[in-house]
């Protein structure tokens, strides 16, 4: 069985208070010199049957339509072995 | 023959029963509409509720874009059929592509309820007719992912178009940009707002007063005039 890894993060300019109130609590805890937290989602799909291109080209549309909101947040399909 | 107003339940939704006795109180038949029938039962206009449909388990609103009763509803409004999301009904809204932006998490990571002041900036959708343009109003407001979002065309264009219906005054309770509290879509028969007038239909309850009905007797009178 093949696994497929979707990462879905906020885009860029998008506020991320989730991220910012971990990188506020980082220096608390001490661990120091993190200027920046964003905050995603990862998705691993267990494939049945071969990940080829149009089984890709499926996830790339499940990604699309369903696992991120193309209004506000970024994905990334990789295939892991 | 007054006119059929339904109300969508999805697992998860928690003010149906608001929305219909709102409906009831402006005169109109509440009609329960299920997430699962396709049917929509022959009613003139649809409110989606407020709540946590299938537990806003992906992203608020996400899951139930997809459910039997959407494909219905996404089809109609784009034929003029009137739909008001309300909260959890706005997000659901935006998800199917029916009103532009997207709901994220509030600024401050709080859920919030509190009574909260508008303004109605567009009296000539659907459902705010029976309001003045400029007109204040006090609604509850109660949500954890209300902060409202578009990149900045779209938000000139809603401007530009008159088409953001509500701002928040006094106070942005969850950093929504510009101080949307709710918009309409071209046509003015989709309205989305993240606060909630049914909870302000009757003076024992809500805010006190009944600043929410107008939503409920506008949509009346504009079916009844149709």
Known sequence: ?81 | MTARIGVVTFPGTLDDQDALRAVRLAGAEPVSLWHRDKDLKQVDAVVLAGGFSYGDYLRAGAISRFSPVMETVIDQARSGMPVLGICNGFQILTEAHLLPGAMLRNNHLHFICRDQKLRVENAETAWTADYEQGQEISVPLKNMDGRYVADERVLDELEAEGRVAFRYLDLNPNGSLRDIAGITNAAGNVVGLMPHPEHAVEPLIGTGGTDGLGFFTSILKKLVAA
């Not at chain 1, 990462?7 to 300019?13: A, F, R, S």
């Not at chain 1, 494939?47 to 990604?63: F, K, N, Q, S, W």
């Open chain 1, 1 to 81: 069985m093949a696994r497929v890894v979707v990462d879905v993060m906020l885009k860029p300019e998008i506020l991320d208070p989730q991220g910012q109130a971990v990188q506020r609590a980082l220096p608390r805890l001490g661990f120091e010199g993190i200027a920046d937290v964003r905050q995603g989602k990862r998705f691993e799909l267990e494939v049945d049957g071969p990940v080829d291109e149009a089984a890709l080209a499926r996830i790339h549309e499940m990604a699309e339509t369903f696992l991120a909101n193309t209004v506000i947040e970024d994905f990334v399909v990789k295939v892991k072995s």
